[in-house]
C-alpha cells in the first residue's frame, strides 16, 4: 500500500511537471513567437553573410590592376644657351617628379652672345633642323612632355623643331614653357602646334628674365592650375 502510494505521488509529480512545460509548448505553439525565434537566425546569419561575401569581393577588385587608367611617366624636354630656361626646366622636373632631357646640337652654338644672334638668325631663315645629339629612350613610356626654350628672335630655336619632328607625338601632352628677355613665346606656339602634330597642348608657362628669381613661386602656382603638381 505504501508503495502504491509512492508510485501514486511520483506519478502525481510527473504529471505537475509535465503541466507546467506544456505551458511553455503551447506559448510556443503560438504562431507569433515562432518567427522571433527564426527570424533571430537569419539575422545572425545575415551579420555573417556580407562580411564572408564582400570581403574576397573588394580584395579581387583592388588586386586587379586597371592598365587602361595607367599614368605614363612625365619627361622635361629643354633647350637652353645661358642657363635660364634649365633653370626652369630642373624646376618642373623637381615639382612633377619628372625625368629631365637636354636638347642639344651635335654642333655646338657659339660662346659669343653677338656672333649667336646673326648664327640663331640664319638658321631661321634657312627654317634649318640642326643635328641633335641624343635621343630620348623609351619615349613610349612618356604620356606628358614638358618643352622648354628660350625666345630666339620671336621664335624658338630651330633645334626645337628638330626635337618635335624626331618623335611620334601623338596621344601625348605637350605642355610649353619658355624664357625671354620681354618677348615670351612670340610665334613659337603655332610652330609647336604644326610640329608636333598629334599632340594635346595645354597652356604653358613663360617667364622673363626678370621674373626668374620668382620661378619656384610661379611653376607651383602654374602646375597648380594644371592639376599636375607632384
Ligand atoms: C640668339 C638670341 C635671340 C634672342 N631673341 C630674343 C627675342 O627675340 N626676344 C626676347 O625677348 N628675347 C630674346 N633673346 C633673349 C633670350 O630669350 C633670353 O635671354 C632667354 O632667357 C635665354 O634663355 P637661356 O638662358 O635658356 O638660353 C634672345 C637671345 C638669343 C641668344
Given at each position: 500500500m505504501k508503495k502504491l502510494f509512492s508510485?501514486?505521488?511520483a506519478m502525481t509529480m510527473v504529471f505537475s511537471l509535465a503541466a507546467c512545460s506544456g505551458g511553455n509548448s503551447s506559448s510556443s505553439g503560438d504562431a507569433s513567437s515562432e518567427p522571433s525565434v527564426s527570424s533571430s537566425e537569419p539575422s545572425s546569419t545575415n551579420l555573417e553573410t556580407p562580411a564572408s561575401s564582400e570581403v574576397p569581393e573588394?580584395?579581387?577588385f583592388s588586386s586587379q590592376p586597371d592598365e587602361s587608367t595607367e599614368e605614363g611617366e612625365t619627361l622635361v624636354a629643354y633647350f637652353s644657351w645661358s642657363g635660364n630656361t634649365q633653370?626652369?626646366?630642373?624646376?618642373?622636373?623637381?615639382e612633377t617628379?619628372?625625368?629631365?632631357?637636354?636638347?642639344a646640337t651635335v654642333t655646338l652654338y657659339t660662346d659669343d652672345y653677338n656672333t649667336l644672334l646673326d648664327v640663331a638668325q640664319q638658321e631661321q631663315g634657312e627654317d634649318a633642323r640642326p643635328e641633335l645629339n641624343a635621343q630620348v629612350e623609351n619615349w613610349d613610356s612618356y604620356d606628358t612632355i614638358f618643352v622648354g626654350y628660350p625666345n630666339w628672335w620671336s621664335d624658338a630655336p630651330m633645334a626645337v623643331y628638330t626635337f618635335l619632328e624626331s618623335y611620334d607625338f601623338t596621344r601625348k601632352t605637350l605642355i610649353p614653357f619658355n624664357t625671354s628677355a620681354s618677348g615670351g613665346f612670340g610665334r613659337s606656339?603655332?610652330?609647336?602646334?604644326?610640329?608636333?602634330?598629334?599632340?594635346?597642348?595645354?597652356?604653358?608657362?613663360?617667364l622673363t628674365e626678370g621674373e626668374l628669381g620668382d620661378a619656384q613661386n610661379r611653376v607651383t602656382t602654374w602646375l597648380d592650375s594644371l592639376g599636375l603638381n607632384g
Open positions: 508510485v501514486l505521488i573588394s580584395d579581387a633653370q626652369l626646366a630642373e624646376i618642373i622636373a623637381q617628379g619628372a625625368d629631365l632631357f637636354e636638347i606656339l603655332t610652330g609647336i602646334e604644326e610640329s608636333a602634330a598629334g599632340a594635346t597642348i595645354l597652356e604653358g608657362l613663360d
